[in-house]
T-cell receptor, first 110, second 114 residues
């Protein structure tokens, strides 16, 4: 079993649509990060959230950390083909290293 | 500015052969260094991390080992590869002391063991 679950595993949408992907756990995290990874490359950090209920916006991306700090969501408004990639969440408990979820693979079709 | 490089980018090796993947970081000192393996559908699995020269922590027992002979050099090795060692290996660094700090990843090394 994985510490972090992500859903959906795969998502294919048309350009201009909105979408939400989820990161869930039964554990409480001191901080949570979202990364985007393109094929054949390493992941790149999008955001770090540390406070329960925190909402951060990055252009068309909105990130929310759950009140209990056990889950997070990523909402994309008016998706574009450039948003295509693997979205990974990573959570940290206390002073431990970050643990990554399996990712959501997003495909935005023009 | 800081950069991270790992090589080789692609490697095809027979079962039982040795392995050496190298990673170097430039533009920073005393970074925390990490080796991850990525398999389809399982995200990134932390293999090793290092907080200083010669200091290696292993997260999972396996056929691999790591070494940090210099401050900004991290090496992943195996004496005899197994089929199950195939995967996409990523090196990463993070600034020391940054508890919520960003992980900066290299370009990755795709290993296929035949």
């Amino acid at each position: 079993t994985q510490l972090l679950e992500q859903s959906p595993q795969f998502l294919s949408i048309q350009e201009g649509e909105n979408l939400t992907v989820y990161c869930n756990s039964s554990s409480v995290f001191s901080s949570l990060q979202w990364y985007r990874q393109e094929p054949g490359e390493g992941p790149v950090l999008l955001v770090t959230v540390v406070t329960g209920g925190e909402v951060k916006k990055l252009k068309r991306l909105t990130f929310q950390f759950g009140d209990a700090r056990k889950d997070s969501s990523l909402h994309i408004t008016a998706a574009q083909p450039g948003d295509t990639g693997l979205y990974l969440c990573a959570g940290r408990r206390g002073g431990q290293n970050f643990v990554f979820g399996p990712g959501t693979r997003l495909s935005v079709l023009p | 500015s800081q950069t991270i490089h790992q090589w080789p980018a692609t490697l095809v090796q027979p079962v039982g052969s040795p392995l050496s993947l190298e990673c170097t970081v430039e533009g920073t000192s005393n970074p925390n260094l990490y080796w991850y393996r990525q398999a389809a559908g399982r995200g990134l699995q932390l293999l090793f991390y290092s907080v200083g020269i010669g200091q290696i922590s292993s997260e999972v027992p396996q056929n691999l080992s790591a070494s940090r002979p210099q401050d900004r050099q991290f090496i992943l090795s195996s004496k005899k590869l197994l089929l199950s060692d195939s995967g996409f290996y990523l090196c990463a660094w993070r600034r020391t002391g940054r508890n919520t700090g960003e992980l900066f990843f290299g370009e990755g090394s795709r290993l296929t063991v035949l």
